[in-house]
């Protein structure tokens, strides 16, 4: 199956920029940003996106505190050079850990993000690279699930994979009913920062989610708390 995948990725594949580097902080940055290229994967998407979700989605996803484990990983790296087990950088999980560790040091290992997941779920297997394969198979396999084994029309008729593929078509396309975004936590997040850093009270939403998100700012050092007085931390 490795043969259709990288066959099927060399005629199809598209030029995007961060695939142009195997420098290792250039790939930590774009992965680190991957979650706002999968909320808004083109300016035409970004650009039609309201202000408010746009500024909420920084500060409420985590960008902040992105940034601050971002620089304590290049902290470490300027210290001792990039670790051998990529998840001793801080904020480096598993995933980016083998992004990185594939794309910037040509490793086999395999990076499974969410698209990556549902191919092989699909699939019913789990592919790997064979030695040496490792950066143009993740391509390959983020690819496949980026532009034909969608979430919700997969184009079965278009993969070099079908041949092989387990899937019967059921359950996964059916829509999952779509959670607004002014209901998540992230939201509230957003504005409390937002609130904070234009000096304004902080927002007029529940008790229980507003205690939510501040304890979890606090947690991420975000914000500070003294009694009632809360500031950004
Ligand atoms: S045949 Fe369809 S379900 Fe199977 S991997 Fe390809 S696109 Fe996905």
């Known amino acids: 199956m490795n043969d259709a995948l990288l066959d099927w990725y060399a005629a199809n594949r598209r030029d995007l920029p961060w ?10 940055v774009s992965e680190v940003m991957q979650a706002w290229l999968d909320r808004w994967s083109t300016a035409a998407s970004l650009a039609r996106a309201p202000v408010a979700d746009v ?3 920084w500060v409420g996803l985590g960008y902040n505190r992105r940034a601050l484990r971002l620089r304590e990983a290049c902290e470490v790296v300027a210290k001792h050079g990039w670790p051998d087990d990529l998840t001793e950088l801080p904020g480096v999980g598993p995933y980016t850990a083998a992004a990185l560790g594939a794309f910037a040091f040509g490793r086999d290992t395999v990076a499974l993000d969410t698209n990556v997941r549902r ?4 699939l019913g297997c789990e592919l790997s690279p064979r030695a040496g394969e490792g950066p143009l198979f993740n391509q390959a396999a983020i690819e496949l699930g980026a532009l034909v084994c969608r979430a919700r029309a997969p184009r079965c008729d278009a993969c070099p994979l079908e041949p092989e593929c387990a899937w019967d078509g059921d359950p996964e396309v059916q829509r999952r009913p779509a959670v607004r975004f002014e209901d998540t936590d992230r939201w509230v997040r957003g504005r409390v920062v937002a609130a904070l850093a234009a000096g304004d009270a902080l927002p007029a939403v529940e008790a229980e989610r507003l205690e939510r998100a501040l304890q979890g700012l606090v947690r991420d050092g975000l914000v500070q708390r003294d009694g009632k007085s809360v ?3």
């Open 19 to 28: 695939r142009r580097t195997t420098d290792p902080y250039a790939i930590l």
């Open 55 to 57: 500024l909420s989605e």
């Open 119 to 122: 191919v092989f779920r699909r």
């Open 231 to 233: 500031r950004l931390g």
